[in-house]
Every structure is written in structure tokens, then in C-alpha cells.
């Protein structure tokens, strides 16, 4: 879709920056649910949990390094934070008589003007709320969910960053846009988090270590150096030379390089006229290369075992649960990255292989059939909205026999046993020169 979209916006790019606003990389608000059908076979589908899957909202740039040269964008943030301390967690309603404002001191920041490094902008704000009022048409006018929160009825959850955590704010609000109370209390929405050290919203290799060996392992392997002579390297020389860059790019800073650009783009800040829409296309395809050849290092299933399996494990126990148990939470969110998306897409078999736009979101959706003879349970699988075949289940929705299978391939069974490193020397070797480190920044 991207390569698409590049081909048409070639054409207008030197009249006007602003078209390339609507690169699909920057989020889109197209976004169109699809509703529940019948089943070819008369099934009827009931809606029994949902768990969805996002995104944060365009950002500033995540990394300090500089861009280039002569970078002329000046960020403004509209959006700032504001809370209060909160003695009491089973309280859900409280009067309200200060909250306390983030300001950051303009001038004092690594960016032109007055935004924090990664931090959510006010359109990132925005595409969130749109995806939280898209929940409420799909979730809540049809009366699946109550139409006001309950913390028995949803759980929100995000990493410990600002970015998620307001992404998942806005996407509440959306959902549930709160209206003045009678009683004169506020309303407590709880946001779950949780320390960055063992979160398994993105692959973690502090819950499982072999995660960097098969990161590595791909590093190493023929197939990437192969790769890196032929395309990485020169590719990495062209941009050097096109931004006049006085450093050495390793694919570390190609992916940061790629970042500037495309967070330039999406904000109608020029970039330097040497680099052209074919240059942008190719450097962010080659990070997408980066990313989905280790995703499939060494299968699409075992890579998914020792990283996004994790949060995928969690999701497959809430489903049980909620057929097991009648007053199991309903509505789960989990606000993350590309490098929660992009995995979580890709152990499904059922990404479209491009770098996940900002909100970009998931849909798991737990069913229960009813068909003539029995009651049994599905999972309809939905990447912005849109339904999508897991192909091992072969339809959509996946029957629970097929899914449950499938969920043994891609969740980690024995973690204490697969996570342990089996290749210690190359675990232990000198960091390779070119590749500094297999991260993947979100
Ligand atoms: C839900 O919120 C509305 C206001 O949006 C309020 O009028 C209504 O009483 C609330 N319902 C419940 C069950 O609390
Ligand atoms: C940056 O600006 C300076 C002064 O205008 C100029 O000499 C230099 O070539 C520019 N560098 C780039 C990479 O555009
Ligand atoms: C992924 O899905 C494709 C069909 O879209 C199939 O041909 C392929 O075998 C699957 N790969 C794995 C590893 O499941």
C-alpha cells in the first residue's frame, strides 16, 4: 500500500509537502469495522470479548540524535499532561480540586521548541479518540459493552511511557466521552501499567532471553549479510551522501534516519531536497526487511514463542476465562508500538509485511456459535477494522479447535526450558561492527 501511495505522491511532492501527509504511514481515517456476519453455515456469532491491539499516535521523533544538517522543524505541542496523586486504587469516583500540569521549558529540550522526545502530538491525540469512538459504534451502540466504564467490564492497559499511556487515554475518551457528573465526583478510569523490565507488550528478552540469540542468529546468518552487501550498504552510503552526513550509518541509524524522515513527512516539515520519494520508499522498506526477516527467524511460530507469544499467551488466558466464566471482563486494550503490532500481525501469519502506521489497531474478537446442534466458541482476527483469514485456520472466523492449536505454535509452553540460551558464544561475542544492536525502537 505505501508503494502505492509513494507512486501517486511522487508527482505532487515538489508543488506541495502537505500531500505527503496522507502517506498511510501517518495513520488514515478510513477506518471501517466489519460487522458480524451470519456464517455460510446459518452459525450465529455472539460477541463474547474483545481484545484490541494499538498503536500509539504520531509522535515526535523518538530518538535524540540529530536528523541532519540544517533541520528547520519546530515543534509545537498543543498536547501536554496534567494529573494528581491518588491515595485509594478501589475508589472510582473522587472530587476533584487540583491536578498538577507537565510543562517542558521551551528551549530546554533536544527538539526546536517545546515537545519532549516521542512524545504523542495533538493529531496522534486525535487519531486515538477516532479509534475509541469506532469501538464505541462497533462495542457499544450494538450493546455489547455498558455505555458507560466499568472497571468490571474493561481493563486498559499500556507500557510505562507517555506516548501509550496518553494514546490509551484518548482512545477512553473516545470510547467513553465523559459527561459532567450529578454527584460533583470525577470519574477514575484506571490505566493499567506495569515496569518496563519484564512488560511483555512488546518482545522482551528480559522474560526470555533466547529472543536475542534468534535476533543474533539472524545477524549472523548468510542470508542477512547477503542481503547487507547488496542492499544495506549501499543503500546506507546513498543516504549518507544525500543528507551529507559526517558519521558512519550503521542499520541502527538507518531505522533512526528513517524515523526523522518519515515523522518530517507526516508533519509537513521539509526535508532536505536531496532526498527524493524514491530514497524515503526504499529506506523504509529496508526497514521493514529488518524487522519481518527477524520475525521469521527462525519460523514465524518459534520467534513468536520466545517474544510476542507472551502477550499473546496472556489474551488466549482471558479468552478462556471468559468461557469458562460468566462474569469475565469483556473489553481489554493493550496501547503499545509498531514492535507490538508488526510481531503480533506477523505470529498470526497475517501481516501485510509494511511498517505499522501510527493507531494503527487489532481486533481479537471471542465468539460464541450457535448452530442447531451445538454451542461452540471462534475468533475473528480484524487489522483496521478489516477481517483477515489466519491462514492456519484457513476461514474466518477461526474455529476455537483450530485457533486453540494454533495458539500451542505461537504462545510459549515451556519458557523455563525454550527461553535458555543455547548458543553462548555467539551470545558472547563482540558486538558485530556493523550491527550494533538487534533493537527494534518503537
Ligand atoms: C451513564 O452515564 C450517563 C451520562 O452519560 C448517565 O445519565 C447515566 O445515569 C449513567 N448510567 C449508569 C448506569 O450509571
Ligand atoms: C547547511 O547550511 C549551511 C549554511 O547555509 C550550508 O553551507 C550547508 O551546505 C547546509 N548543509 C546541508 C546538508 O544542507
Ligand atoms: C503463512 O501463510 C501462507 C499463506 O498466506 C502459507 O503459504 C505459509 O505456509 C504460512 N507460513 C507459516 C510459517 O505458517
Given at each position: 500500500?505505501a508503494?502505492?501511495s ?9 508543488h ?69 496523586p ?19 521549558i ?19 491525540y ?32 499500556t ?18 466521552p ?33 529472543l ?24 546506507m ?12 550509518l ?59 507469544g ?21 473489553f ?5 508500538h ?24 487489532i ?7 450457535t ?12 487489522y ?44 558472547n ?7 550494533r ?6
Amino acid at each position: 500500500m505505501a508503494a502505492r501511495s509513494f507512486l501517486i505522491l511522487c508527482c505532487f511532492f515538489s508543488h506541495s509537502a502537505l500531500t505527503w501527509a496522507t502517506l498511510p504511514y501517518c495513520g488514515s481515517d478510513s477506518y471501517k469495522y466489519t460487522p458480524l456476519q451470519r456464517g455460510d453455515n446459518g452459525n450465529e456469532y455472539t460477541l463474547k470479548q474483545v481484545h484490541v491491539i494499538i498503536r500509539h499516535g504520531d509522535r515526535t521523533r523518538a530518538e535524540a540524535a540529530p536528523c541532519w544538517a540544517n533541520d528547520t522543524a519546530v515543534w509545537d505541542c498543543l498536547l501536554t499532561s496534567a494529573s494528581l496523586p491518588v491515595i485509594k486504587h478501589d475508589i472510582h469516583d473522587i472530587t476533584v480540586d487540583r491536578i498538577y500540569r507537565d510543562v517542558y521549558i521551551p528551549g530546554r529540550n533536544v527538539m526546536k521548541g517545546d515537545c519532549g522526545l516521542g512524545h504523542l502530538t495533538s493529531k496522534g491525540y486525535k487519531q486515538e479518540e477516532d479509534n475509541g469512538k469506532n469501538l464505541r459504534k462497533a462495542y457499544v451502540d450494538t450493546g455489547f459493552l455498558s455505555p458507560n466504564y466499568s472497571n468490571h467490564e474493561i481493563f486498559f492497559r499500556t507500557d510505562d511511557m507517555s506516548r501509550t499511556r496518553q494514546s490509551a487515554q484518548a482512545l477512553a475518551i473516545g470510547m467513553f466521552p465523559p459527561s459532567a457528573p450529578l454527584s460533583g465526583k470525577s470519574q477514575v478510569v484506571d490505566i493499567n501499567v506495569m515496569d518496563k523490565e519484564f512488560d511483555d507488550i512488546e518482545p522482551n528478552a528480559n522474560l526470555c532471553p533466547k529472543l536475542n540469540q534468534y535476533r543474533k542468529e539472524f545477524f549472523a546468518s548468510e542470508s542477512w549479510k547477503q542481503h547487507y552487501n547488496e542492499i544495506t550498504e549501499p543503500l546506507m552510503a546513498e543516504v549518507e551522501k544525500a543528507l551529507g552526513l559526517t558519521y558512519k550509518l550503521t542499520p541502527v541509524g538507518l531505522i533512526h534516519i528513517t524515523d526523522c524522515l518519515l515523522v518530517h513527512i507526516c508533519h509537513g516539515f521539509p526535508i532536505p531536497p536531496s532526498v527524493s520519494s524514491d530514497l524515503v520508499e526504499r529506506v523504509a522498506s529496508e526497514v521493514e526487511y529488518m524487522w519481518y526477516a527477524t520475525f521469521e527467524y527462525p519460523t514465524i511460530q518459534d520467534h513468536a514463542k520466545v517474544g510476542i507469544g507472551f502477550l499473546i499467551s496472556e489474551i488466549w488466558m482471558a479468552m478462556q476465562e471468559a468461557m469458562e466464566e460468566s462474569k469475565a471482563r469483556k473489553f481489554y486494550l493493550y496501547s503499545g508500538h509498531d514492535s507490538t503490532v508488526m510481531p503480533f500481525m506477523k505470529a498470526f501469519n497475517a501481516s501485510d509485511g509494511k511498517w505499522s502506521p501510527y493507531a494503527s489497531m487489532i481486533q481479537l474478537e471471542l465468539l460464541e456459535t450457535t448452530s442447531s446442534k451445538n454451542t461452540d466458541y471462534a475468533v475473528r482476527l480484524l487489522y483496521h477494522g478489516q477481517e483477515r483469514v489466519i491462514p492456519y485456520c484457513r476461514v474466518s472466523p477461526c474455529p476455537l479447535a483450530q485457533f486453540s492449536e494454533y495458539m500451542q505454535a505461537i504462545t510459549p509452553q515451556h519458557p523455563d526450558t525454550d527461553c535458555k540460551v543455547t548458543n553462548a558464544r555467539l551470545m558472547n561475542k563482540a558486538r558485530s561492527p556493523h550491527f550494533r544492536a538487534a533493537r527494534v525502537f518503537a
